[in-house]
């Protein structure tokens, strides 16, 4: 005997979590019913194998039905199809827009396009999550990417509106839209011991600094989108290693306020100038798409990487770049106050915060 | 030009794209009323359009208004082309047409389409203006209130129940009619749709004719179904009860018969909907909870008492103070009384299934009666006689099969078909009564029922008394003295259809009894197909029988409430599932066990086998008491002082040719051990029976079913609700057709059904699945389709807590409280949960507090102020119930200062929701099967639910195979009705239930079409704890528990 057809339906729309992890993990019916077994729920419930069977199914479809409204949350809030109390619409919308820390690394600052998307089981079988998942959690991005594109306003609050996220899942999406659109390569080698926060932080401080929106709220205002004048500006700042007087003047006056204060003094000193032009020089460059896409192995290589070698601490970090950044203030001669305020303060920031293991 | 409709389109909202190129639609609405038709304009290139219409304003005749559905559709404007409809809503008006319902219908619908389902909503609204008619010769019967409840809405009250009405309106089938051979899928469904529409509005203004005509107002218990006779057509009929309800305006009576009192008196019984209503418990002054029953006691005061009803005399003395023999002349009186109130009736039926205090006085037995019918078309459709004819000789027989039981009433009554092919069978049945005349006339209200109620035998055992007479019994039955009053004759076992009587006084907690049963038939046309179903069904009726009455004593329990008996005919079988809701109830004798028989006593082999059996039979039996807590008292031979000490052996059921179903016992004295019911295996069917008698598996801890009202037994029940409809549809392919195995297959169907639903449920535990309706269907050969609608409440886990530990606790217990226990036997159900419910949070804390200190649970007791106990010693049972109390207060005293704050604390965050999507507009709608709402209040009724849809898909495999499209379907169903609800400015439905589930399937096609029809009543519903202080507010009155569909890890 057969069971045909087999259905539960609540007049409350009945979900299970764990379930419903199972699902958004991408699992199949029967994979997720000997997980089920596995975690010993037939034991604790006297129930059978049937019923653990039967009971998937109805979820899966359940969730399968919900998984066209989930595309637009606003409509699962409005829909009338499923009655779900709302605490359990933010459950469901908040789960099904979560990602994986292994995932997102793979995909953050790739074009979000139908090459990225066929190379997702390269991914899935890298980061050993399913398949399914894997487009799920693609499908996510580029959904959320192609409503926030063009909006103007604050991208995290855009991306609230119109997906009822969580604050902290929307900052992450803002992130991933923010470098799926500047493309930043963060698949390189040496860019592996970066987390996904890392360069979500950084995401935040160059919204914060570096949009349209950061300057001027009114007009304009657009958070996915580096600010263009300002890239072209920062050109201005090569004054700095460009005169001899001015980057040896600078040098004396950060070398005479770390003096006693910095473990790596003599390092320090040693390389100023170095690290110096690569800042400036970086910033110089901003104006190519190409070097905004390469502004984290830049950061990297011509920073962080000397700076490791001569074993300097986080600390040292900080007071250097502090220096650095406030000695630029006392040169007569540099104009540009306002605009290295601007560059500096998200450069420092972002460096700091990559500035680990 | 007695109305006036007005209805306004305001917008829609996630249309559906119908324009490919742009990804937008231009849509516009169409509104129907009668061949009425206006237009919104164009809205273009949107999915969500403000279309803002003016006021379409249709003057239509108050028939119309009652007959007509408002017709709404949306379409998709197409230059070229014909326009694409997008969907429809059907909008049927009738609670817009008396005074007290809605006053408009405003809202959000989910627009439907047969093919696609729901796509997208369209927000509406609909006023009607009435005018006066003063038309002595109308046709319409705009004000009479219709009611799906099954007993007197709760904010009102019944002045007369006036009786019995039917009707049936008779259509072609347009599926069946030629044209359908060139119209579309959809259109058919469409057609048929609103025909269906129409014909149940047709239906519900006839049978308000006969109401206005009966001098009532409203119909309660009223339940409509559909005959789906295919090519001899479509019969809407319906069924009701005619009542003179009056609306108890809260202000005025707000000192006798508020709630409060009301639901005092009723909690104890597990009749009262509202188990919190402890939040105005400590206001009310103690004396509202005598026995009076309030709001008639109030309007005895009110009007001017004219004529009190002297007939009643005799009738009360009868019920305390005569004893068996005197019995029969007053009864025969009663009788006489109550012909006389009931004798110009043509049925004096009464669909209703709990009734107002004193309205039942004696309970016969279940009495059904079936027929089978060849179908033949319907040549004139304005004269259903044959249809007529049919059901009026079915009721014949019910009426005489009351009658042989000297009853002259049935209550509990209902209807129903099963089709198959040509062959239809009809069925009915009821519970013979006898009833109090009092509610049944005009004028005697004033029958001054306070003293009354003084004066009856102790309420909780009254309706057991046989109401026949014992001299001239209409057939050989066990009688006993009751064991409550042990002044009248009982039955040992009490079949009903109706809900457990308020006033009925049990032990323990009731269980879902199910018999089931199949039998093979053999394919046949015509008139031999009926000859052999007919011949089956006496057989089948007596096998479902004597399954309940096993099943039952093996459950330790002698009464079932709540009987359905369902006979499904298939192409090849005929399938009986019968439901009921055991119980022990105290005035009934301790059913004996079950023994068993073998038939060849000399094989010891087979000897050993048949001690085996018995022995597990003996374990089940003691192992459902315990957990079941029936523990009912020992009580000596002496006292009860049977004047028939007679052994008595078997049960039997003996059956009239025309397939009446008393419950007739035959007496047979030449049998052995006295009380036990013999099982005689004496080949291997009786083996079977024996053997699936054992493979009932209780429900898991933590869970209890009952296909009645509530559960005896459980009175704190949350507001944590879950209706559901869970459906099966099972293939009995590559199975050799035996009635044995078609038989294990269907009982493994109904269990496997049940422990799914206990599965899915298991984060509602403690919990109980109330009103449990199994249907069964044979859409096809060898295929059986289980339909089950239920809801699940959670009830306040500390009193399951208690219930876990009794086992453990009982040896315990025994030493301690067995005196207090003798004493208190059978008042004890009454006389605890009646104090202690209303002071519940008091009775939280000492459970709560007992189950930390170990003080064992059955001592729970209350913290009641006992000093006004003295005004309520106006009666023989309220001293005893007083006497009761002390001495549990004497035992609990050590418990009662316990900490207070922790379960109160803990209510108080179960309920707190969390509103994390602040912009929700949707309002939650609840459902139930019940008549009420757990731990609210129904301020008001807003009107009838009454819906019927079609599904139908022609890409069954893309939709998610036959689970997919009817998992969508009934959520779509459930959605509608919710919006409907909310659209009256209701919360909730109450009565709901799925009347009709007709699922079939083309697999090869890839098709499938499914029809549903739903019913209850539309309510507004306020917590319990909002009541005091928030005024009405529909959309936040109630909100959904977060916990709802929690996992348990």
């Known amino acids: ?357 | 030009m007695p109305g006036k409709l007005k209805v306004k389109i305001v917008a829609g909202r996630h249309l559906p794209v119908m324009d490919r190129a742009s990804d937008l639609t231009d849509a516009f609405v169409e509104v129907k009323f009668g061949n009425t038709t206006f237009k919104t304009d164009v809205y273009p290139k949107s999915l969500n359009p403000q279309w803002n219409s003016e006021w379409f304003k249709f003057e239509v005749d108050d028939e119309d208004l009652q007959d007509e559905p408002l017709q709404i559709t949306v379409l998709d404007h197409d230059t070229y082309s014909a326009n694409d409809a997008i969907g429809k809503v059907y909008i049927d008006i009738d609670p817009l047409l008396y005074s007290e319902a809605a006053t408009v219908i405003s809202g959000w619908f989910p627009i439907y389409d047969t093919i696609h389902g729901i796509r997208g909503e369209i927000n509406v609204v609909v006023k009607v203006d009435l005018f006066n008619d003063l038309n002595r010769f109308r046709q319409s019967s705009c004000g009479v209130k219709f009611f799906c409840t099954t007993s007197i809405p709760k904010c009102y009250r019944a002045v007369v129940i006036h009786g019995f009405v039917e009707e049936l309106v008779v259509n072609e089938d347009p599926e069946y009619q030629w044209i359908d051979r060139i119209r579309t899928p959809r259109a058919s469904n469409e057609a048929r749709q609103r025909l269906i529409s129409l014909m149940s509005g047709e239906l519900q203004r006839k049978i308000g004719l006969k109401v206005l005509e009966m001098r009532g107002n409203a119909v309660v218990g009223y339940l409509q179904c559909f005959d789906l006779e295919g090519e001899s057509g479509l019969v809407v009929r319906a069924i009701g009860t005619v009542c003179t309800l009056d609306k108890i305006s809260n202000t005025a009576f707000l000192p006798a018969c508020n709630s409060p009192s009301k639901e005092m008196k009723e909690i104890p019984f597990n009749e009262d909907p509202n188990p919190n209503t402890h939040s105005s418990g400590p206001s009310t002054p103690l004396k509202n909870q005598t026995y009076s029953f309030s709001p008639s006691k109030s309007y005895s005061r009110q009007s001017s008492s004219s004529d009190t009803d002297l007939s009643l005399t005799p009738k009360t003395g009868m019920g305390s103070g005569s004893a068996g023999k005197e019995g029969g002349p007053f009864k025969a009186l009663l009788r006489q009384q109550t012909q006389t109130a009931l004798e110009q009736r043509e049925f004096p039926f009464f669909t209703l299934t709990a009734f107002p205090p004193g309205f039942l006085v004696h309970v016969g037995g279940v009495v059904s009666a079936r027929s089978v019918k060849l179908l033949d078309r319907i040549h004139n459709p304005d004269e259903p006689e044959t249809r007529d004819a049919w059901w009026a000789e079915i009721r014949q027989e019910i009426k005489s099969h009351a009658k042989a039981l000297g009853c002259h009433a049935v209550v509990g009554y209902s209807e129903s078909t099963s089709i198959c092919e040509e062959v239809c069978i009809l069925s009915a049945s009821g519970t013979a009564a006898v009833l109090n005349p009092r509610f049944l006339q005009d004028g005697t209200m004033e029958g001054c029922l306070e003293q009354r109620l003084e004066e009856t035998s102790p309420p909780g055992c009254g309706f057991c008394h046989i109401p026949y007479d014992e001299l001239n019994m209409p057939f050989p039955a066990h009688l006993i003295y009751c064991y409550n009053c042990r002044k009248q004759k009982v039955p040992d076992v009490l079949f009903t259809t109706i809900d457990l009587p308020a006033e009925a006084m049990v032990i323990g907690k009731g269980c879902l009894i199910q018999a089931r049963l199949c039998r093979l038939k053999k394919k046949a046309q015509a008139e031999a197909n009926a000859t052999s179903i007919s011949n089956l069904l006496p057989f089948m009726e007596y096998e479902v029988h004597t399954q309940l009455m096993n099943k039952l004593k093996l459950k330790g329990m002698n009464a079932l409430f709540g009987l359905r008996i369902q006979i499904t005919v298939g192409e090849n079988m005929l399938m009986g599932l019968a439901s009921a809701t055991g119980v022990y109830l105290t005035a009934l004798p301790t059913p004996g066990g079950i023994q068993i028989a073998g038939k060849t006593p000399n094989d010891g082999a087979y000897e050993q086998h048949v001690s085996h059996m018995q022995k597990k039979i003996n374990d089940t039996i003691a192992k459902n008491k315990e957990l079941y807590e029936i523990n009912p008292p020992e009580i000596p031979e002496e006292i009860i002082g049977s004047p028939f000490p007679e052994p008595r052996q078997r049960s039997r059921l003996l059956r009239s040719q025309s397939e009446s179903s008393d419950e007739v016992m035959e007496l047979d004295l030449s049998h052995g051990k006295k009380d036990a019911f013999v099982l005689e295996i004496d080949d291997t069917d009786a083996m079977e029976d024996v053997h699936s008698l054992l493979t009932d598996v209780p429900p898991p801890p933590g869970f209890y079913s009952c296909n009645t009202e509530i559960m005896p037994g459980i009175n704190n029940w949350t507001s944590d609700i879950q209706m559901f409809t869970s459906v099966r549809v099972s293939r009995l392919s590559n199975i050799n057709l035996t009635n044995q195995t078609l038989n294990k297959n269907f009982n493994d169907l109904c269990e496997n059904l049940l422990k799914s639903l206990y599965f899915k449920l298991r984060s509602m535990i403690p919990c109980c699945l109330c009103h449990v309706n199994f249907t069964v269907a044979l859409p096809e050969d060898e295929v059986i389709q289980v339909t089950v609608t239920a809801v699940a409440i959670t009830f306040d886990k500390h009193q399951a807590l208690q219930t876990s530990r009794v086992p453990v606790e009982k040896t315990l217990q025994r030493a301690s409280t067995d005196n207090e226990e003798q004493l208190q036997f059978p008042l004890e159900l009454c006389s605890d949960p009646l104090v202690s419910q209303p002071f519940s949070p008091a009775k939280e804390v000492l459970e709560n507090a007992s189950s930390h200190t170990g003080v064992p649970a059955a001592q729970r007791a209350t913290s009641v102020d006992y000093s006004s106990f003295a005004d309520r010693c106006n009666s023989w049972i309220e001293l005893i119930k007083l006497k009761a109390q002390t001495i549990r207060r004497g035992s609990n005293k050590t418990t009662a200062s316990l900490d207070k704050a922790s379960p109160l604390a803990e209510g108080h965050l179960r309920h707190r929701s969390v509103p994390s999507c602040t912009n929700s507009t949707v309002s939650v709608v609840k459902m139930t099967p019940l008549s009420f709402i757990p731990g609210a209040k129904i301020t008001k009724y807003l009107g009838i639910i009454n819906m019927f849809f079609i599904r139908e898909t022609t890409s069954l495999r893309e939709e998610g195979g036959v689970s997919g499209f009817l998992h969508a379907f009934i959520a779509e169903v459930f959605a509608m009705v919710r919006a409907h609800v909310a659209a009256l400015g209701g919360n909730a439905v109450v009565s709901y239930i799925m009347k009709q589930c007709v699922f079939m399937e083309n697999p090869n096609k890839n098709q499938a079409q499914c029809l549903i029809n739903v019913s209850g009543d539309a309510v507004i519903v306020v917590r319990e704890s909002e009541l005091e202080m928030v005024p009405v507010q529909p959309s936040t009155a109630v909100s959904q528990p977060a916990s709802a569909g929690d996992v348990t890890t």
């Open chain 1, 1 to 357: 005997m057969t069971n045909d057809l087999d259905i539960f339906v609540g007049n409350t729309t009945l979900i299970d979590e764990e379930v419903y992890q199972l699902w958004l993990d991408g699992y199949s019916v029967s994979d997720a019913v000997s997980l089920r077994l596995r975690s010993g729920i037939l034991e604790q419930t006297g129930a059978t194998v049937d019923v653990l069977q039967s009971d998937t199914m109805d979820h899966y479809r359940t969730f399968h039905m919900l998984e066209r409204l989930l595309h637009t949350p606003s409509k699962l809030i409005h829909q009338l199809h499923f009655q779900i109390p709302p605490s359990r619409q933010a459950m469901l919308i908040e789960r099904y827009y979560a990602f994986d820390e292994a995932f997102v690394r793979e995909v953050l600052g790739k074009k979000l396009s139908k090459g990225t998307k066929k190379d997702l089981d390269d991914v899935s079988s890298k980061t050993g999550i399913t398949l399914k998942s894997c487009r799920r959690q693609f499908d996510n991005f580029k959904r959320v990417f192609k409503v926030v594109e063009e909006m103007r306003g604050s991208l995290v609050e855009n991306i609230q509106q119109h997906f009822l996220l969580s604050d902290r899942l929307a900052r992450d999406y803002a992130a991933i839209v923010f470098f799926a659109n500047s493309r930043f390569e963060t698949g390189k080698k040496k860019l592996q011991f970066l987390t996904f926060e890392d360069f979500a932080y950084c995401a935040e401080q160059m919204i914060q600094n570096w949009t349209l929106g950061a300057v001027d709220s009114n007009v304009d205002d657009m958070d996915v989108d580096l600010d263009k004048e300002f890239l072209q500006e920062l050109k201005e700042l090569k004054v700095l290693i460009a005169d001899k007087d001015l980057l040896d003047l600078h040098k004396s006056l950060v070398c005479t306020s770390l003096r006693g204060k910095i473990s790596v003094y003599n390092e320090m000193e040693a390389n100023f100038k170095n690290l110096s032009r690569a800042l400036v020089n970086m910033a110089s460059k901003l104006i190519h798409t190409k070097d905004v896409r390469d502004f984290f192995i830049d950061l990297v290589e011509k920073f962080i990487e000397p700076c490791k070698s001569d074993k300097w601490t986080l600390n040292d970090v900080r007071l250097f770049l502090t220096q650095y950044t406030t000695s630029a203030h006392t040169l007569d001669a540099f104009r540009h106050q306002a605009l290295w305020d601007r560059y500096m303060s998200t450069i420092k920031s972002c460096l700091l915060k990559m500035y680990h293991d």
